[in-house]
């Protein structure tokens, strides 16, 4: 299984990996969605109902935790996150817009068929986001 | 003969009194009030604890239902609509269970349990938020089926 990423997923999650509140960010998006398999990631709330393709929000780490938006392209065994957004601390929201949902799924549909993707892998218990071969460490 | 009858009487007043005293006393001690306290305090705890587990049960359930592969026709979205309707209703009532609770927690009571149990009910009023939105509001945003649609056939 491959994992992608949206640009705002990597942006949330840089500005999020700073701050003492979600130091566990990283380890949790390590733990749930790497070293798995892609049927194992089928679960949490979908979105789009019987779609085909899951988009799917994801409460990780508990109901004061985070929230992850990913959609699982399954012939092609790849996850797509979306976007993520902690429940408290000081960036914390309850949810996000349906407008703002529906964006995103926007945004991913037009960034896979661009190819305007970042690649998603974990080296050192690190996460690297990779576009076009060049790593970029956060 | 009624002297000592009296006297005996007496006596047992006596004793009467001196033994209530002592078990009203034995009953009162400090440790018997805590301990008393205690053991409320933790069928309390466990009470919320079961009700926590309950609602997360649920709340499981109802995510699952998410997963229908299956055509919803306006049948099932009145259907769905009523268990919007009724997670609704339970999430104002445990809410006002959480209220009454609360006032432990304020004196540091069962603040853990308690945490727990909003936490559930949170989840509770999640949930009913994205039945909406996934039954109701999503597709009726412009491009969003047809959009799903599209990522199906990628």
């Not at chain 1, 393709?53 to 992850?68: E, Q």
Request: charged share 30%.
């Amino acid at each position: 299984m491959k994992v992608f990423c949206l640009e705002n997923f990597k942006e949330e999650f840089c500005k999020l990996k700073g701050k003492k509140a979600y130091k566990t960010l990283e380890s949790d998006i390590i733990k749930y969605f790497f070293h798995k398999d892609i049927a194992e990631l089928n679960s949490g709330t979908r979105l789009n109902q019987n779609a085909e393709a899951p988009y799917i929000k994801k409460r990780i780490n508990g109901s004061g935790g985070f929230r992850f938006y990913f959609l699982i392209l399954l012939k092609e065994e790849n996850l797509y996150l979306m976007f993520v957004h902690p429940k408290n601390g000081p960036d914390g929201s309850s949810n996000i817009t349906d407008e703002s949902k529906a964006l995103l799924l926007k945004k991913v549909h037009d960034s896979i068929i661009n190819g305007d993707l970042l690649n998603v892998e974990v080296v050192d218990k690190t996460l690297f986001f990779k576009k076009n071969e060049k790593k970029e460490f956060v | 003969m009624e002297c000592l009858t009296a006297k005996d009487r007496i006596i047992d007043s006596v004793k009467q009194v001196r033994n209530d005293s002592f078990a009203d006393k034995k009953h009162f001690t400090e440790e018997q009030i805590v301990n008393s306290f205690l053991d409320n305090l933790l069928d309390f705890k466990k009470s919320l604890s079961e009700k926590s587990f309950k609602i997360n049960e649920l709340n499981k359930s109802l995510e699952s239902l998410t997963w229908i592969n299956e055509n919803m026709d306006d049948d099932c979205l009145r259907l769905i609509n009523d268990l919007i309707a009724a997670m609704k209703d339970y999430h104002s009532t445990l809410i006002r269970h959480y209220v009454n609770a609360s006032i432990l927690k304020d004196k540091g009571i069962a603040k853990d349990e308690i945490k727990e149990f909003k936490n559930s009910i949170d989840d509770l009023k999640e949930m009913f938020i994205d039945f909406e939105s996934i039954y109701f509001h999503l597709p009726q945003i412009p491009g969003f089926k047809e959009t799903s649609k599209e990522l199906s056939l990628i």
